[in-house]
């Protein structure tokens, strides 16, 4: 595709239910990553994805978050149990090859509100 | 990780010059990214530094200096489209946190008339 796309771009939900932000990287990318980003602060780590696989996770704050990569292509980031602090907006990235001098390219966000 | 060190705010004025410092740890440290982010869309790339000295592109210049752990972003000729938040991004140099940024808060830039 043209860039990195993410849905839905809004979402807003109710403490204590389970969400799912959808990603899809730019065509050929291997190298995928989430970040979240709060008002009036720079974008977060979460996780990083090197093909289907996982590279580093560590930037997930506990184990309500998990991201998953099936086919190398599209993520999906999952929240159980939501919590009105995650309330965010959360930013997927792409980059060729994961080399820690390549550009990252940012899709839209999904801007997730917890009630 | 890293601890990336921006001004908050800065204001100019339209055909003005303005530059953006940022501070960061050598220690692990790779390279530098600047990155533009309009309200509520996401960052666009503007400049990677790597090596010491000034790149330039166009009206967006980045410097680096890999001893100081400094960086500027040097904008010319501002244009209110320019107000926008610019965030500084370093990238690890080595091991499992290869490949991912840690970002600045961001320095919210206004152009005014």
């Known amino acids: 595709g043209a860039g990195v796309s993410q849905t839905p771009s809004n979402k807003v939900t109710e403490k204590g239910k389970y969400v799912e932000l959808r990603c899809d990287p730019i065509?050929?990318?291997?190298?995928l990553y989430w970040y979240r980003q709060s008002l009036g602060q720079g974008p977060e780590f979460l996780i990083y994805?090197?093909?289907?696989?996982?590279?580093?996770d560590s930037g997930l704050p506990n184990d309500r978050f998990f991201a998953v990569r099936p086919e190398g292509s599209v993520s999906t980031l999952k929240i159980q149990r939501t919590e009105r602090g995650d309330s965010a907006v959360y930013l997927c990235?792409?980059?060729?090859?994961?080399?820690?001098?390549?550009?990252?390219?940012f899709g839209p966000g999904t801007r997730l509100t917890v009630l | 990780g890293q601890n990336i060190d921006q001004p908050t705010e800065m204001t100019a004025t339209e055909g003005a010059i303005v530059q953006i410092n940022c501070t960061y740890q050598?220690?692990?440290?790779?390279?530098l990214f600047w990155y533009q982010q309009h309200a509520g869309e996401a960052p666009t790339f503007l400049s990677y530094?790597?090596?010491?000295g000034l790149e330039e592109k166009g009206r967006f210049s980045s410097f680096l200096s890999r001893s100081k752990g400094y960086s500027y972003l040097l904008l010319k000729e501002l244009q209110m489209k320019d107000s926008a938040s610019y965030l500084c991004?370093?990238?690890?140099?080595?091991?499992?946190?290869?490949?991912?940024?840690?970002f600045g808060r961001g320095t919210q830039l206004t152009v005014w008339p």
């Open positions: 990235a792409s980059s060729l090859s994961g080399s820690d001098t390549d550009t990252q390219y």
């Open positions: 065509s050929g990318h291997t190298a």
């Open positions: 994805f090197q093909g289907t696989g996982a590279a580093d």
């Open positions: 050598t220690s692990g440290f790779n390279g």
């Open positions: 530094n790597v090596l010491d």
């Open positions: 991004a370093a990238s690890a140099d080595r091991g499992s946190t290869l490949g991912r940024l840690y």
